[in-house]
């Protein structure tokens, strides 16, 4: 007997939630336009943050139940955030951090009609559009006004367990930058929504793991070392995690 797909009443509820959220926040977005572009930015990417919460913990539930479980032992400095990147989903689970930040995101999210929009105001990094020079100043001076950055190295979704081999971009900055890298591993979500956007029935569990300090980052010889090193860690704590879940 085939699986049974609740994606109509998934994608029912997101809408809802979506027009909910958007009507009790158009009125502060507004005035925020208002506001000098720092602040206009900080208010966007609060607005994102609280948006993609509603996605991940009440959209989709009880169909699919996500867990953040927090390995950081209570690092709070700004820093990148590395993920592995398994489906579209991956960005709203972004938001399981609890704390505003920017992705370094593809082009396509930032032309998006609705999500473009507010990624673009919220100071979201296009690296298909900067120079790796522009990107890695951008990601700085973010940093450095405490706002952390989010990367998927892996530059596309697997749609599978499998992970693809890093992309040296986001890590050459950070050696470069001195920044806190802090590895995240996703499981669960492979097709939570599949290549077709269609759902199952899961659940999403997203890992922080303790972070890499600066003078760490900067101890490997370059950043080939460097994201290696991270895949081989976020690589070991998925097949950790996926054995735990298995057992439950």
């Known amino acids: 007997m085939a699986q049974w797909r609740p994606t109509p009443l998934i994608y029912t509820s997101m809408l809802l939630w979506t027009v909910g959220y958007c009507a009790v926040m158009l009125l502060p977005f507004c005035v925020a336009l208002l506001l ?15 948006y993609g919460r509603v996605m991940v913990y009440r959209a989709v539930w009880p169909f699919v139940r996500v867990k953040f479980e927090d390995g950081a032992a209570g690092e709070t400095r700004p820093g990148i955030y590395v993920f592995n990147h398994r489906s579209a989903s991956d960005p709203f689970l972004v938001a399981t951090l609890n ?4 992705q370094a995101v593809n082009g396509w999210p930032m032309r998006l009609p609705f999500f473009g929009f507010f990624a673009r105001r919220g100071g979201y990094i296009d690296t298909t559009k900067l120079s790796y020079e522009e990107a890695r100043d951008r990601m700085g001076r973010m940093l450095e006004r405490g706002v952390s950055v989010a990367a998927f190295p892996e530059g596309t979704r697997s749609g599978s367990r499998r992970m693809n081999q890093f992309r040296s971009g986001v890590f050459k900055a950070a050696r470069e930058l001195g920044a806190v890298i ?23 569990r997203v890992r922080l793991l303790p972070p890499l300090a600066p003078e760490e980052v900067r101890s490997f010889g370059n950043a080939f070392l460097l994201k290696n090193h991270i895949r081989s860690r976020i690589q070991r704590e998925i097949e950790r995690m996926e054995g735990i879940a298995s057992d439950e």
């Open 36 to 50: 000098p572009e720092e602040a206009r930015g900080r208010f966007s990417r609060w607005v994102i943050l609280q």
């Open 182 to 204: 802090y590895p995240c591993c996703i499981v669960g979500n492979e097709e939570l929504p599949d290549r077709r956007f269609r759902f199952r029935c899961g659940r999403i």
């Open 99 to 102: 704390i505003p930040v920017i």
